[in-house]
Protein backbone atom coordinates (compact mmCIF):
# COMPACT_ATOMS: atom_id res chain seq x y z
CA UNK A 1 0.00 0.00 0.00
CA UNK A 2 2.78 2.66 0.86
CA UNK A 3 4.33 1.85 -2.44
CA UNK A 4 1.36 2.52 -4.34
CA UNK A 5 1.23 5.72 -2.66
CA UNK A 6 4.53 6.49 -3.49
CA UNK A 7 4.44 5.86 -6.86
CA UNK A 8 0.85 7.81 -6.90
CA UNK A 9 2.45 10.60 -5.35
CA UNK A 10 6.01 10.73 -7.34
CA UNK A 11 3.17 10.41 -10.85
CA UNK A 12 1.63 13.41 -9.12
CA UNK A 13 4.46 15.12 -8.60
CA UNK A 14 5.92 14.32 -12.24
CA UNK A 15 2.36 15.79 -13.60
CA UNK A 16 2.66 18.82 -11.79
CA UNK A 17 6.31 19.35 -12.85
CA UNK A 18 5.24 18.85 -16.68
CA UNK A 19 2.69 21.50 -16.27
CA UNK A 20 4.64 23.90 -14.39
CA UNK A 21 7.22 23.60 -17.32
CA UNK A 22 4.77 23.79 -20.22
CA UNK A 23 3.49 26.77 -17.79
CA UNK A 24 6.53 28.60 -18.33
CA UNK A 25 7.49 27.93 -21.79
CA UNK A 26 8.62 31.16 -23.30
CA UNK A 27 7.44 32.69 -26.86
CA UNK A 28 10.41 32.11 -28.20
CA UNK A 29 10.52 28.13 -26.88
CA UNK A 30 7.23 28.01 -28.95
CA UNK A 31 8.36 29.61 -32.17
CA UNK A 32 11.69 27.60 -31.74
CA UNK A 33 9.75 24.44 -31.45
CA UNK A 34 7.49 25.19 -34.30
CA UNK A 35 4.43 25.14 -31.77
CA UNK A 36 1.32 27.09 -31.43
CA UNK A 37 1.44 30.53 -30.60
CA UNK A 38 -1.56 31.92 -28.95
CA UNK A 39 -2.95 35.56 -30.49
CA UNK A 40 -5.52 37.58 -28.69
CA UNK A 41 -7.43 40.00 -31.21
CA UNK A 42 -11.20 41.92 -31.18
CA UNK A 43 -13.03 39.91 -34.19
CA UNK A 44 -15.27 43.10 -34.33
CA UNK A 45 -13.02 45.60 -35.86
CA UNK A 46 -13.48 45.70 -39.51
CA UNK A 47 -11.49 45.71 -41.56
CA UNK A 48 -8.64 44.73 -39.20
CA UNK A 49 -10.19 42.10 -37.66
CA UNK A 50 -13.97 40.27 -38.33
CA UNK A 51 -15.62 38.09 -39.69
CA UNK A 52 -16.76 37.59 -43.29
CA UNK A 53 -19.91 36.25 -44.52
CA UNK A 54 -19.35 32.67 -44.39
CA UNK A 55 -17.88 33.14 -40.21
CA UNK A 56 -14.15 33.18 -41.09
CA UNK A 57 -12.27 34.84 -38.89
CA UNK A 58 -9.92 37.60 -41.33
CA UNK A 59 -8.90 41.08 -41.36
CA UNK A 60 -5.69 42.60 -41.96
CA UNK A 61 -4.54 42.31 -38.86
CA UNK A 62 -5.71 38.47 -38.95
CA UNK A 63 -3.88 37.50 -41.90
CA UNK A 64 -0.68 39.43 -41.48
CA UNK A 65 -0.18 37.71 -38.40
CA UNK A 66 -1.41 33.92 -40.24
CA UNK A 67 1.58 34.88 -43.00
CA UNK A 68 4.27 35.77 -40.21
CA UNK A 69 3.31 32.34 -38.41
CA UNK A 70 3.51 31.00 -41.82
CA UNK A 71 7.02 32.45 -42.24
CA UNK A 72 8.19 31.19 -38.34
CA UNK A 73 6.74 28.05 -39.27
CA UNK A 74 4.22 28.13 -36.22
CA UNK A 75 0.46 27.55 -35.99
CA UNK A 76 -1.75 30.23 -35.09
CA UNK A 77 -4.42 30.30 -32.47
CA UNK A 78 -6.72 32.92 -32.33
CA UNK A 79 -8.67 34.50 -28.67
CA UNK A 80 -11.18 36.47 -29.42
CA UNK A 81 -11.96 39.17 -26.49
CA UNK A 82 -13.34 42.58 -25.85
CA UNK A 83 -10.59 45.39 -26.38
CA UNK A 84 -10.66 46.91 -22.63
CA UNK A 85 -9.77 43.42 -21.46
CA UNK A 86 -6.93 42.33 -24.57
CA UNK A 87 -4.12 43.91 -23.16
CA UNK A 88 -4.96 43.03 -19.36
CA UNK A 89 -5.41 39.40 -21.06
CA UNK A 90 -1.83 39.42 -22.69
CA UNK A 91 -0.24 40.92 -19.27
CA UNK A 92 -1.97 37.69 -17.66
CA UNK A 93 -0.59 35.37 -20.21
CA UNK A 94 -3.93 34.68 -21.63
CA UNK A 95 -2.21 35.52 -25.12
CA UNK A 96 1.62 35.38 -26.20
CA UNK A 97 0.74 38.06 -28.77
CA UNK A 98 -2.15 40.70 -29.51
CA UNK A 99 -2.61 41.65 -33.35
CA UNK A 100 -5.19 44.72 -32.69
CA UNK A 101 -3.59 47.67 -34.12
CA UNK A 102 -2.34 48.21 -31.40
CA UNK A 103 0.34 51.28 -30.81
CA UNK A 104 2.23 51.40 -27.89
CA UNK A 105 1.58 55.09 -27.46
CA UNK A 106 2.00 56.00 -23.39
CA UNK A 107 4.48 55.29 -20.93
CA UNK A 108 2.11 52.92 -19.11
CA UNK A 109 2.13 50.19 -21.93
CA UNK A 110 5.49 51.06 -23.03
CA UNK A 111 6.85 49.89 -19.43
CA UNK A 112 4.52 46.95 -19.40
CA UNK A 113 4.66 45.53 -23.51
CA UNK A 114 6.93 45.36 -26.79
CA UNK A 115 5.84 45.90 -30.30
CA UNK A 116 7.46 43.87 -33.50
CA UNK A 117 7.93 45.69 -36.54
CA UNK A 118 4.62 47.66 -37.63
CA UNK A 119 3.14 46.08 -40.10
CA UNK A 120 0.73 49.39 -40.64
CA UNK A 121 0.38 53.12 -39.95
CA UNK A 122 -2.27 54.98 -39.56
CA UNK A 123 -3.49 57.98 -37.89
CA UNK A 124 -6.86 59.19 -35.63
CA UNK A 125 -10.05 60.66 -37.04
CA UNK A 126 -12.79 62.13 -35.41
CA UNK A 127 -16.46 61.39 -35.97
CA UNK A 128 -19.85 62.90 -36.21
CA UNK A 129 -23.29 62.91 -37.41
CA UNK A 130 -23.87 64.49 -40.69
CA UNK A 131 -26.17 67.86 -39.30
CA UNK A 132 -23.17 68.47 -36.60
CA UNK A 133 -21.35 71.83 -37.00
CA UNK A 134 -20.01 72.85 -33.80
CA UNK A 135 -17.24 69.79 -33.99
CA UNK A 136 -14.80 70.83 -36.46
CA UNK A 137 -11.03 69.48 -34.95
CA UNK A 138 -9.63 67.15 -31.86
CA UNK A 139 -10.26 70.37 -29.08
CA UNK A 140 -14.08 71.00 -29.75
CA UNK A 141 -15.08 67.52 -28.43
CA UNK A 142 -14.34 69.21 -24.32
CA UNK A 143 -17.22 68.55 -22.66
CA UNK A 144 -18.75 66.93 -25.56
CA UNK A 145 -20.56 63.31 -25.16
CA UNK A 146 -17.67 61.00 -26.77
CA UNK A 147 -18.13 57.50 -27.33
CA UNK A 148 -14.71 55.42 -26.73
CA UNK A 149 -13.19 52.04 -25.34
CA UNK A 150 -11.61 53.22 -21.56
CA UNK A 151 -8.22 52.17 -22.94
CA UNK A 152 -7.61 52.67 -26.38
CA UNK A 153 -5.35 55.17 -27.48
CA UNK A 154 -8.56 56.65 -28.95
CA UNK A 155 -9.84 56.78 -25.00
CA UNK A 156 -6.52 58.52 -24.08
CA UNK A 157 -6.83 61.22 -26.83
CA UNK A 158 -10.68 61.94 -26.04
CA UNK A 159 -9.75 62.40 -22.29
CA UNK A 160 -7.09 64.68 -23.51
CA UNK A 161 -9.10 66.88 -25.45
CA UNK A 162 -11.71 67.10 -21.83
CA UNK A 163 -14.35 64.83 -23.54
CA UNK A 164 -17.48 63.66 -21.32
CA UNK A 165 -16.11 59.38 -22.07
CA UNK A 166 -19.16 57.82 -22.95
CA UNK A 167 -17.67 54.19 -22.12
CA UNK A 168 -18.38 51.92 -25.21
CA UNK A 169 -16.41 48.05 -26.14
CA UNK A 170 -15.69 49.13 -29.68
CA UNK A 171 -16.05 51.21 -32.85
CA UNK A 172 -19.33 49.93 -34.18
CA UNK A 173 -21.33 50.84 -31.05
CA UNK A 174 -19.54 53.99 -30.83
CA UNK A 175 -21.02 54.85 -33.95
CA UNK A 176 -24.04 53.53 -33.08
CA UNK A 177 -24.22 55.71 -30.26
CA UNK A 178 -23.76 58.72 -32.53
CA UNK A 179 -26.59 57.38 -34.79
CA UNK A 180 -28.82 57.38 -31.95
CA UNK A 181 -28.19 60.83 -30.22
CA UNK A 182 -26.33 59.09 -26.94
CA UNK A 183 -23.31 60.60 -28.04
CA UNK A 184 -21.84 63.08 -30.59
CA UNK A 185 -18.46 62.22 -31.19
CA UNK A 186 -16.01 59.31 -31.79
CA UNK A 187 -11.71 59.08 -32.33
CA UNK A 188 -11.10 56.28 -34.14
CA UNK A 189 -8.98 54.87 -36.62
CA UNK A 190 -8.57 56.56 -39.98
CA UNK A 191 -8.56 53.54 -41.82
CA UNK A 192 -10.71 51.92 -39.97
CA UNK A 193 -13.75 54.85 -40.12
CA UNK A 194 -12.64 55.15 -43.86
CA UNK A 195 -13.72 51.72 -44.63
CA UNK A 196 -17.14 51.68 -42.48
CA UNK A 197 -18.47 55.30 -44.39
CA UNK A 198 -17.44 53.43 -47.37
CA UNK A 199 -19.40 50.52 -47.13
CA UNK A 200 -22.39 52.29 -45.08
CA UNK A 201 -22.86 55.46 -47.47
CA UNK A 202 -26.40 56.33 -45.68
CA UNK A 203 -25.04 56.23 -42.24
CA UNK A 204 -25.56 59.51 -41.38
CA UNK A 205 -22.19 60.39 -40.32
CA UNK A 206 -18.58 62.10 -41.20
CA UNK A 207 -14.89 62.69 -40.46
CA UNK A 208 -14.46 66.28 -39.49
CA UNK A 209 -10.53 65.84 -38.68
CA UNK A 210 -7.86 63.71 -39.00
CA UNK A 211 -4.71 63.55 -37.15
CA UNK A 212 -1.70 64.66 -39.49
CA UNK A 213 0.57 62.15 -36.98
CA UNK A 214 0.77 58.68 -37.82
CA UNK A 215 1.52 55.40 -35.77
CA UNK A 216 2.93 52.45 -36.45
CA UNK A 217 0.66 48.87 -35.40
CA UNK A 218 2.70 45.85 -34.64
CA UNK A 219 2.11 42.67 -32.86
CA UNK A 220 2.36 43.19 -28.94
CA UNK A 221 3.72 40.98 -26.38
CA UNK A 222 4.71 41.46 -22.52
CA UNK A 223 8.18 42.68 -21.89
CA UNK A 224 11.25 39.70 -21.96
CA UNK A 225 10.45 38.46 -25.28
CA UNK A 226 12.42 40.64 -27.25
CA UNK A 227 14.59 37.99 -28.68
CA UNK A 228 10.73 36.39 -30.41
CA UNK A 229 10.14 39.56 -31.79
CA UNK A 230 13.29 40.12 -33.14
CA UNK A 231 12.08 36.83 -35.50
CA UNK A 232 8.77 38.00 -35.96
CA UNK A 233 9.92 41.28 -36.69
CA UNK A 234 12.60 39.87 -39.39
CA UNK A 235 9.78 37.81 -40.96
CA UNK A 236 7.20 41.23 -40.93
CA UNK A 237 10.38 42.54 -43.23
CA UNK A 238 10.51 39.87 -45.08
CA UNK A 239 6.50 40.10 -45.95
CA UNK A 240 7.04 43.78 -46.58
CA UNK A 241 9.88 42.88 -49.28
CA UNK A 242 8.26 39.82 -50.64
CA UNK A 243 4.95 41.93 -51.67
CA UNK A 244 2.74 40.47 -48.86
CA UNK A 245 1.91 43.70 -47.20
CA UNK A 246 1.25 45.18 -50.17
CA UNK A 247 -1.18 42.74 -51.42
CA UNK A 248 -3.46 42.31 -48.32
CA UNK A 249 -2.90 45.91 -48.28
CA UNK A 250 -4.80 46.36 -51.27
CA UNK A 251 -6.68 43.67 -50.53
CA UNK A 252 -8.61 45.42 -47.40
CA UNK A 253 -7.77 48.89 -47.77
CA UNK A 254 -7.49 49.04 -51.88
CA UNK A 255 -3.53 50.71 -51.04
CA UNK A 256 -0.09 49.64 -49.37
CA UNK A 257 -1.14 50.88 -45.84
CA UNK A 258 2.60 48.94 -44.50
CA UNK A 259 5.02 52.23 -45.60
CA UNK A 260 5.01 55.68 -43.52
Known sequence: MLKQLSVIAVSVIALATSATSLAKETLLERINAKGTIIVGTEGTYAPFTYHDASGKLTGYDVEVT??????????VEFKETQWDAM?????????????????????????????????????????????EEKIKQASDVKG????????????????????????????????LLIQQKRADATFNDNLALLDYLKKNPKSG?????????????????????????????????????????????EQFFGRDISMK
Not at 66 to 75: I, T
Not at 229 to 239: G, P, R
Open 205 to 249: LKIVWESPEKVGAGLVANKGNQEALNKISAAIVELQKDGTLKKLG
Open 87 to 131: LAGLKADRFDLVANQVGLTTPERQATFDKSEAYSWSGAALVVRND
Open 144 to 175: VKTAQTLSSNYGELARDNGANIVPIDGMAQGL
Open 66 to 75: RAVAEKLGVK
